[in-house]
């Protein structure tokens, strides 16, 4: 049900005109004049009717404004379904009661050093392996990740560790040759309303990593998920990773209040990206103890063994000892939560 | 050149070490100690170390924060290129001493209407018709836009009036059907940093208007339209948006300061949307004649015969007789700060 | 009348309760139930129950959501009053179709060079001349202003040129000695809701300019003045001076829409700082220019002969010149929208 | 040590006279001329030159740019303390190893409600007892708080509890009664740039809780810090509160990464105030956990009996059972990072 306020100067004629509208949509009316003004209560599903015709109806004469109350997500909502969304990845349940750590380092440079981080992070706890073989950078001078080749990289860290890939998808047209390889689709955060290729992974039966929009409302995060699970796919697995604000010592600033607020709003499983949204690796342990005590389901952590060299991200890359350090100290907060890693 | 300023505790070693490495890139340096601390003075074109590498000079042990001085983009610098990029379509000159109105409906949604607009518009002093036949929407269950149908009706509308058309590209699988049809190719907001859309609108030879991203700064502005020019197409039109603020009662900020900004950093020519920037019809006018007073070249503004049955954006439509009082509005302003329209 | 959206899983007692609850308070409902929500209507002047007692309704058991409608400001509001506030200082007229500039250097520094500047913006056209003798200083170790003597020196600027006085307050218990020396109180930004203050400056007669917070919302501001007209001061005059966003080549973001929402929300004058917003004298003539175009009543202006030694925002100060070929270009363009300077 | 960048068409004459300018103020230059740019590093202490004082040297002829490297904050500091301040309140070690919790209501509402909400929590394992006597309310329509006579009731809840007292300040012409009452002085987010009031507390023996502005930096929280500490006080506990962002379903964004943030550029304790940054009682536990793992060294939560009774901001407040729950919790986590409770 929907809410439209009338202005006060609104006439009966309006009221009438606003009233046929609704009634040709399916939809009837609960009319309530006030002191001060009249109400017009939307009863029937409003579900149906899209933020944007909503516009229209705000375009009517007579209408001061049009308040939603229905959520204009429906698949990704706790009203659809009720107990959490467990997400099965080679045996590997995202969404469950075990904490999943997704390591590796931001971009895919080379064999040796991505097989390398690969085993140390295994050995240290973490559960999936992650790297870009295709990257989205701010300048078109940058490297741009290592493609096809770097995807068979990331397939033979797989096959030595066992570990189950994550990796960007930024084109529709390299879905194919992404799905020979990947386990988890990443969305990055540039991509987040990227309607197109939000479609796209919705066609496909493969597990989805959808990232937070630099400054996206936990609202607008949930339409883009609604839009992969509108096409069928349902393993959406949602990825706090820093919203934009004014502070400028962090890159972003982590929300983890969005942690609790999709548990309440979605049953998909939500994890965090501490290394992104800080910037720095020096801060990263404390914001994953944070974002485990928060109710995390999972974690993506970069981790490099040469920072120093790293073609991107280096700043905020864990080196393997330290990550192990994390680790031990994550068990112990999941414990106290009554979590497992 | 730039600046890396080290710990106060860094040590020879350190610096001898990030000395080296900056001499591996053909660059030299100029240190200095001061009381508090040590800067490294990069010497040498560093605009060709990228953002992501600057990074990783970051994560070198000794190094405290590294400083950019010069611009990350090039191309799009009036260091580059003094004058004013004129572009030149269908004999119309965005750029010039003429301000162009570029006007219609958020989307097509018929042939009639859409006719009847662009006549309308025509008549008032338009000299281009703007139309979505793809339409990014925040939900899926919301009217996608009519595709290569819509498409031939602009080309019709084109043919009526003689206005050239500007459309939005969402997809790069649709860049060869839009090339049949639109003289201007529109990136949208949330499109801004889809890096691989950007890279192929780049390889085409027809004028981008490229749209301002939801909360990104003028910086990343002018490197999405880098990401253009890098690959030789040099006709970009930057346009003002509008930017997220928190202020509720209009849409986005108008941000009009980045009008004069732009006209210092680049030589492309700058229009302004006030229709999506505000929301509302009725700040439509001021906010138009602020934009020229600002300095802008041109309007982007949304006309509709029917707000009230718009599919989209109806609310921040004009009708044509409140676009016509428009015009002559404007056109006292443009005279007023030596402009013409 | 105010709306209150209850729980899917709200039950009959709940419903009594708050009904119970809003009718102690002598407002009535009218509860309409919806097919997936039942909403209770609220009937009756809302406008008294606070902001903050509505939180406590909001927190009564099956309530989801409290949704307001009726406006949280009455005596700024143009509901309260039609006409605009015109408000009437030393014959000058702020609110009128005639555009006032304020002008003069951001702290007083000294006798003669306030002297001289004052004459030269009087010269140029001019009408009020401003500098600040208490000065809000982000350092605890920076020159904090002349205090009484910057005071007395702008006084004597007065009697020179004749140009009534604007200056600002920071602390209630300057406001004796403020009063014997301004002809118009100005609360700056940082103050803007500093509720004993602005409950000072309500008890006063005389004009209050009222800057905008950095990061506050067109509703927050006329609620800050609203706190000082509650004291029975109504001369308030709104001075828009940019807000926070995440560009960092202009200070602030100058919000020109603000100027045509206020002239629909409010009857008190708006008057524009382009210098604070921007902080950079270079782009202050095309935002003054701008501003008057988006139908601002005033502008505030900082003019230095000797930017470069200024004690404060030097950079964001126009020379006497500057500002006369400025205060040219804007007869123009007030001309070209009907208004005059 | 600060860096000023000239502009490409700068003139030998324009060096000379920013030296000038510079050695006058007893510093020294480093002039490194590079291939694109020359750069002055300035030598000496510049953290003597306060922030308004660079912006004339931007405004002087032929520089482009002028960085800052030193710290404007110097007491606040790490760099001035190395080892944490903690500060002893009647025995009460803040910024020890002990994490303490600060409860209560929001406003002060009758002697009963207090007493029993500040027994309640003493039980839980709460340490202070807070509550407001002056409010700060966006309405000048508001309860405004109960004056002495709350402060009367918090220092009968103080000798009924042990706990020390927690309470606000608004306006420096009541700091000598507030002296006779509160164990710790509150500055509410309004008023963190309230640069009067931070002198005024600056000057007494008495330990400041300075809760972080509403969209305040780090860097501009901790020179509010430094306001107070250059009068004599170092007596400083920040808060985090939460700042603002685009997100609206919580009231403010918690922004947890400013705890170890801050732990390392200053020697000050942080605590935090789950409460108000999200403004919604069921997610104040998740925060208050993820606040611990964050290395927070105290938190500040709201408490009360009848929320649905609160004067204010009862949406947000704790039932004691609710608060009794929460301290189990907190003690694991406590216990998982080293701390006890």
Redesign the interface.
């Known amino acids: 049900?929907d809410?439209i306020?009338l202005k006060?100067s609104s006439t009966q004629d309006e009221i009438d005109n606003i009233q046929k509208r609704l009634e040709t949509k399916g939809l009837s009316v609960?009319i309530?004049k006030?002191?001060?003004?009249t109400?017009i209560?939307?009863?029937?599903?409003t579900s149906?009717i899209?933020?944007?015709?909503v516009?229209?109806?705000?375009?009517?004469?007579g209408v001061d404004?049009v308040?939603r109350?229905?959520k204009?997500y429906k698949l990704a909502s706790r009203?659809f379904k009720k107990e959490n969304t467990v997400i099965d990845v080679e045996g590997l349940k995202i969404g469950g009661n075990k904490i999943h750590i997704i390591a590796g380092p931001c971009a895919i440079e080379g064999r040796d050093i991505l097989l390398t981080i690969a085993q140390k992070v295994k050995e240290s706890g973490a559960s999936f392996v992650r790297g870009g073989a295709f990257k989205?950078?701010?300048?078109?001078?940058?490297?741009q990740g290592m493609g096809e080749e770097g995807l068979q990289i990331l397939l033979e860290a797989k096959k030595l560790t066992g570990m189950p890939i994550v990796t960007e998808l930024?084109?529709?047209?390299d879905l194919t040759l992404m799905l020979k390889y990947t386990d988890i689709i990443q969305i990055g955060t540039?991509?987040m309303?990227?309607?197109?290729l939000?479609?796209e992974v919705g066609m496909v039966d493969k597990p989805v990593l959808l990232k937070r929009g630099?400054?996206a409302?936990?609202?607008?995060w949930l339409?883009a998920a609604?839009?992969i699970m509108?096409?069928g796919n349902h393993k959406v697995i949602l990825c706090e990773r820093g919203?934009?604000?004014?502070?400028?010592?962090?890159r972003n600033?982590?929300?983890?209040?969005?942690?609790?607020?999709l548990k309440?709003?979605t049953h998909l499983p939500i994890i965090v990206d501490p290394s992104h949204?800080?910037g720095r690796?020096?801060?990263v342990k404390?914001?994953s103890?944070?974002?485990?005590?928060?109710?995390a389901d999972g974690l993506l952590i970069e981790v490099h063994t040469k920072?120093?060299?790293?073609?991107?991200?280096?700043?905020?890359?864990l080196k393997p000892d330290v990550f192990d350090d994390l680790v031990k100290?994550l068990r112990?907060?999941a414990?106290?939560?009554g979590r497992e890693i």
């Open positions: 049900m809410i306020v006060k609960n309530s006030g002191t001060e003004r109400i209560g939307v009863i029937g599903d149906k899209p933020e944007e015709e516009d229209s109806v705000r375009a009517m004469s404004e308040m109350i229905v204009p009203d989205p950078r701010t300048s078109p001078y940058t490297f930024m084109d529709p047209r540039r991509n309303q990227n309607f197109r939000l479609l630099l400054s409302t936990i609202k607008e339409m609604e839009y509108s096409r919203v934009r604000t004014f502070e400028t010592i962090t600033t982590l929300d983890l209040s969005a942690v609790p607020v309440q709003l949204a800080v690796w020096d801060l404390p914001m103890l944070a974002a485990v005590a928060a109710g920072p120093e060299e790293a073609c991107s991200d280096g700043e905020q890359s100290s112990l907060v414990t106290a939560v």
